[in-house]
């Protein structure tokens, strides 16, 4: 059995844009990781996503993974960007825009 690490790194190496959130893209489970995805798709961001509450595993490892505590956590060329607030801030300055066009 792959430890929590590998199977990480596998969702990651998935998109160049990986957002780990409470819920789906279509049916987010909190505001923040609406608003992550809000942001996402105003940059027509091509990104996969995974549902925290579908695996604890998953969810208790990316804590320690990124040494961030909450969710969501969003990914870009395997590096953590950040969460809810990080993605808004990045998105009303531009940065988010451009970071999704050079990882594309």
């Known amino acids: ?19 780990f959130m409470k819920g789906t893209p279509d049916m987010p489970q909190c505001g923040f990781s609406a608003r992550a995805v ?7 961001a091509p990104f996969k996503s995974f549902n925290i ?3 604890e595993e998953i969810r ?7 040494n961030f505590q909450t969710f969501p956590q969003l990914y870009i060329n395997k590096k953590l960007v ?8 990045l998105y009303e300055s531009g940065e988010l825009e451009k970071m999704v066009k050079e990882a594309q």
């Open 1 to 19: 059995m792959t430890n929590v690490n590998t199977r990480i790194e596998e969702l990651l190496n998935s998109s160049p844009i990986f957002l």
């Open 38 to 44: 809000h942001c996402l798709m105003a940059v027509d």
């Open 53 to 55: 509450f579908e695996d």
């Open 60 to 66: 208790q490892g990316l804590k320690s993974y990124a």
């Open 82 to 89: 950040g969460g809810s607030d990080i993605v808004l801030e």
